[in-house]
């Protein structure tokens, strides 16, 4: 496990002793690897290519941006017939990387585990990347992680989807907490309704998460390119709607909106599920 002290990858190392994997770990904080490796009585390399010489299934667990060169530095290393997982959240130029992996005889997988380490238990949606060969592939995903639902994708679709499901949500959270920084939050909190209860646990959640995560999902050319000015415009749109004396406009626009949308989930399904999830909480 590469990248075994970080948030994921200690969910992984994890996850993986709890199933009886004999692991090898390292990572560039050596302090914090360590006190993982002594934990789960793992053992403990501080040379990424050394610790996969002899591993016959490698999982790298990095920040988007060190993805590829943590592969370019291992591909040496690698014997043929090993496995090796990649988790990133955003694939891009990475799965170039995995496809020349092939050539040499290790198989890549590339996948992405569409939660964070603090689900508490072991059933979060995966997507899978297409590479080669998808049925071995999945084998190879639901052996690691049985019971995980796992939805196969191609890396465009898949990037793109993150940056409207991930990066997006969490730019309006900061936009979010950017206005409310200056308020009485007490106060707020006091007179909130179940619509900023649930809100602000997302803002919390998405605050939680460290800067570098923040950057990596928004370095996605689909967010800068498209989706964030989409979002300009609609900032811009709503504001001249409210304003406007004309409510008629709203009215027209909302409805359009509504319907669009109804069509494309069950609104009042999540309405419900609003208040299942406040009451879970």
Same mark, same amino acid.
């Given at each position: 496990m590469l990248g075994a002290a970080g948030a994921m990858g200690s969910w992984l190392v994890e996850h993986l002793q709890r199933q009886g994997h004999v692991l090898m770990v390292s990572d560039m904080d050596r302090d914090k690897c360590r006190e993982l490796a002594d934990r789960v009585h793992a053992c403990y390399e501080s040379d990424n290519c050394k610790a996969v010489k002899e591993a016959k299934v490698v999982f790298i667990s990095v920040p988007i941006s060190e993805t590829e060169g943590v592969i370019h530095e291992i591909e040496p290393a690698l014997q043929r017939g090993t496995i090796l997982f990649e988790i990133s959240s955003l694939k891009? &130029? *990475? *799965?170039? =990387?995995? =496809?020349t992996l092939r050539q040499r005889g290790v198989m890549p997988v =590339?996948?992405?585990?569409?939660? &964070?380490? &603090? *689900?508490? /238990?072991?059933? &979060?949606?995966?997507a899978h990347i297409l590479l080669g060969d998808t049925r071995e592939e999945r084998r190879v995903i639901a052996e690691f992680f049985p019971?995980?639902? #796992?939805? %196969? #994708?191609?890396? @465009?679709?898949?990037?793109?989807?993150?940056?409207? %499901?991930?990066?997006?949500?969490?730019?309006? /959270?900061?936009?979010?907490?950017?206005?409310?920084r200056g308020?009485?939050?007490n106060m707020i909190q006091e007179l909130a309704g179940t619509t900023f209860d649930l809100q602000q646990v997302l803002m919390g959640a998405v605050l939680y998460q460290s800067v570098d995560l923040h950057l990596q999902l928004y370095s996605s050319r689909t967010l800068r390119d498209e989706i964030l000015p989409r979002?300009?415009?609609?900032? @811009?749109?709503? =504001? @001249?709607?409210? /304003?406007?004396? /004309? %409510?008629?406009?709203?009215?027209?626009?909302?409805?359009?909106?509504?319907?669009? *949308?109804?069509?494309?989930?069950n609104i009042d399904r999540m309405y419900n599920r609003m208040y299942d999830l406040l009451s879970f909480t």
């Open positions: 891009g &130029g *990475i *799965i170039d =990387s995995l =496809s =590339s996948i992405h585990p569409l939660f &964070g380490p &603090g *689900i508490r /238990n072991e059933r &979060g949606k995966i019971g995980f639902p #796992v939805h %196969t #994708v191609d890396a @465009e679709s898949h990037d793109r989807a993150i940056s409207l %499901t991930i990066a997006l949500p969490y730019a309006l /959270n900061l936009l979010l907490a950017d206005i409310l308020e009485d939050m979002l300009a415009e609609g900032i @811009e749109r709503l =504001s @001249e709607l409210i /304003n406007s004396e /004309n %409510t008629a406009d709203f009215r027209e626009h909302y409805s359009r909106l509504k319907q669009d *949308i109804y069509h494309k989930m």
